[in-house]
């Protein structure tokens, strides 16, 4: 049961992961916003700027361990298939 529940915070395919960035990008222009309130000015630009960074930042890394487990996954299914021959 519990793997089956733990198979719901796995990010299983592109889209998901593209819904995952939007969702990590709304936030972080939200609280961008909020630092540019909090610090006017220069200071409240650069953490704005800083917030939409991240989010480059993590979406990138998202997609890449998403191809690395589709590279992983085809590696050992070719694995699998020689070792039957």
């Not at 700027?49 to 998403?66: P, Q, R």
């Not at 590279?71 to 070792?83: C, D, G, H, V, W």
């Amino acid at each position: 049961m519990l793997r089956k529940v733990g198979r719901l915070f796995v990010i299983k395919n592109r889209f998901e992961a593209f819904l995952i960035i939007y969702a990590l990008a709304l936030g972080a222009m939200e609280r961008g916003t909020a630092y540019l309130h909090q610090y006017p000015g220069f200071p409240g630009k650069m953490l704005f700027w800083a917030c939409s960074g991240a989010v480059f930042l993590a979406g990138a890394k998202i997609l890449d361990a998403l191809r690395f487990e589709r590279e992983r996954r085809e590696a050992e299914s070719l694995r699998l298939k020689s070792n039957k021959a």
